[in-house]
């Protein structure tokens, strides 16, 4: 059975992805709350997908990317991420406007339109917040981050990717100079204050959970 890749179903192949999907059964309350609808709603439509062979669903477990699912989310994924990459770099948006955008604009791209946004871009690699963007052939590379919370006092982060779907957040990080490639510092880590104190350029800063949630990055290499 075939289904219509309409903007709903393209959403819930996205989140999936987004969830992990691709390599692990991701749990229908999960892709409710991405999406902010109610569980039954969902389990209907992964019924549908699963019936498109998009995903393996199991009742009470979830639901799984097929190959075609994989390949069918991939693409709304460059869709949107070259559309943020081009509101940006060629129309000057800001890096916290473009999220909302793309969601609107990635369904209704055609494969021409696609190609033309990439040619222009010169063929780039991440969005503007650091996301890869899958090749026109569905590849995806996949990167071993770590949220900066992970990283202990002493030890130098590469951020490499920031979470995009909070504009004021991204204002803050922004001003902060907590963007993809810069390299920050950890000082110390106050837990029972939750706060981290780290090293910016020349500038310490203060954050907290909220402040650091969605910052993910990589050690540093040794200087």
């Given at each position: 059975?075939?289904v219509?890749?309409?903007?709903?179903?393209?959403?819930?192949?996205?989140?999936?992805?987004?969830?992990?999907?691709?390599?692990q059964?991701?749990?229908?309350?999960d892709?409710?709350?991405?999406?902010?609808?109610?569980?039954?709603?969902?389990?209907?439509?992964?019924?549908?997908?699963?019936?498109?062979e998009?995903?393996?669903?199991?009742?009470?477990?979830?639901?799984?990317?097929?190959?075609?699912?994989?390949?069918?989310?991939?693409?709304?994924?460059?869709?949107?991420?070259?559309?943020?990459?081009?509101?940006?770099?060629?129309?000057?948006?800001?890096?916290?406007?473009?999220?909302?955008?793309?969601?609107?604009?990635?369904?209704?791209?055609?494969?021409r339109?696609?190609?033309?946004?990439?040619?222009?871009?010169?063929?780039?690699?991440?969005?503007p917040?650091g996301?890869?963007?899958?090749?026109?052939?569905?590849?995806?590379?996949?990167?071993?981050?770590?949220?900066?919370s992970?990283?202990?006092?002493?030890?130098?982060?590469?951020?490499?990717?920031?979470?995009?779907?909070?504009?004021?957040?991204?204002?803050?990080?922004?001003?902060?100079?907590?963007?993809?490639?810069?390299?920050?510092?950890?000082?110390s880590?106050?837990?029972?204050?939750?706060?981290?104190?780290?090293?910016?350029?020349?500038?310490?800063?203060?954050?907290?959970?909220?402040?650091?949630?969605?910052?993910?990055?990589?050690?540093?290499?040794?200087?």
């Open positions: 059975m075939s219509q890749l309409t903007p709903a179903v393209q959403d819930y192949l996205k989140v999936i992805h987004a969830l992990g999907g691709a390599e059964t991701v749990a229908s309350v892709i409710a709350a991405r999406l902010k609808v109610r569980v039954p709603s969902v389990t209907g439509m992964l019924k549908r997908l699963a019936e498109a998009l995903i393996r669903y199991e009742a009470r477990r979830g639901a799984r990317l097929t190959e075609a699912g994989i390949a069918a989310a991939r693409r709304v994924i460059r869709r949107h991420r070259l559309v943020e990459l081009f509101l940006t770099r060629v129309l000057g948006m800001d890096w916290s406007e473009v999220d909302a955008e793309a969601d609107a604009l990635e369904h209704v791209i055609s494969p339109l696609e190609a033309a946004l990439a040619r222009h871009l010169g063929e780039p690699l991440e969005d917040h996301h890869l963007i899958p090749s026109v052939e569905g590849d995806l590379r996949h990167r071993e981050l770590l949220p900066l992970q990283f202990a006092a002493g030890q130098e982060v590469v951020i490499r990717e920031v979470q995009d779907d909070n504009p004021a957040r991204l204002v803050r990080w922004q001003s902060l100079g907590l963007t993809p490639g810069a390299v920050v510092r950890i000082l880590h106050q837990p029972l204050d939750d706060l981290f104190h780290v090293q910016v350029g020349d500038q310490t800063i203060h954050i907290g959970s909220e402040g650091r949630e969605g910052l993910r990055g990589e050690a540093a290499r040794p200087r």
